[in-house]
Nanobody
């Protein structure tokens, strides 16, 4: 499984930005994998942003982005999106997409160590 993230950039506070993560590989399908976005700012730990389960497409969000960010997917294109609205300077980070097998417990969905595959990351910078 390979994950390719794109869509980062430099925006002003209050702006919107959309990230994409295209999954590929012989074994990848949303029937097998759920996907998530994490972010990591300099000097900080990797932080859970949002996830979408592979089976039902249920969504989960980190407290700091709830109500501002939306995760969605296009099953036919094996792509997951992160729509980010109302961006704040504290959203500045490298954003990573990740995939994990569906059988893993929902209670662990926010734990980066439970993810099996990672994309290369895309930089999002929000200026004040």
């Amino acid at each position: 499984v390979q994950l390719q993230a794109s869509g980062g950039g430099l925006v002003q506070a209050g702006a919107s930005l959309s990230l994409s993560c295209a999954a590929s590989g012989r074994t990848f399908s949303f029937s097998r994998y759920g996907m998530a976005w994490f972010r990591q700012a300099p000097g900080k730990e990797r932080e859970f942003v949002a996830a979408i389960t592979g089976s039902e497409g249920s969504t989960y969000y980190g407290d700091s982005v709830k109500g501002r960010f939306t995760i969605s997917r296009n099953i036919a294109e094996n792509t997951v999106y992160l729509q980010m609205n109302g961006l704040k300077p504290e959203d500045t980070a490298v954003y990573f997409c990740a995939a994990r097998l569906n059988w893993k417990a929902i209670s662990t969905i926010r734990a980066p160590t439970t993810y099996d595959y990672w994309g290369q990351g895309t930089q999002v910078t929000v200026s004040s």
